[in-house]
């Protein structure tokens, strides 16, 4: 992380891709609870700030795994913070 951070996220943010789709296989709640945590581990290092499209790719990987586990848990908290994550991304691509 320390030595590159960039691709630390990037592996982050991949590991995050792929967790959640074996929690979706598997209806396994820890391991989209890990994809939501590899992802949020992603976005502390690509901020808005200083890596605006690969924040917005970060928000809406996270926003995947929330929407997953909120489903698998029928939470709408969490359902409506994969929105959040996915309205997040969206600010930084404007419709025009």
Do not use: C, F, V
């Not at 320390?2 to 592996?11: G, K, L, N, Y």
């Not at 982050?12 to 396994?28: P, R, V």
């Not at 709408?76 to 930084?92: I, M, P, R, V």
Request: aromatic share 6%.
């Amino acid at each position: 992380r320390e030595r590159a951070p960039a691709q630390w996220a990037t592996i982050e943010n991949n590991m995050s891709s792929a967790l959640e789709t074996i929690g979706e296989i598997d209806g396994d709640i820890p391991t989209l609870q890990r994809a939501r945590q590899a992802a949020e581990a992603a976005l502390t290092i690509w901020t808005r700030e200083h890596a605006a499209a690969s924040w917005a790719n970060g928000q809406l990987t996270l926003g995947n795994a929330l929407q997953r586990l909120g489903d698998k848990q029928d939470d709408k908290d969490l359902l409506l913070q994969a929105a959040t994550a996915y309205q997040a991304a969206l600010s930084e691509y404007p419709h025009e």
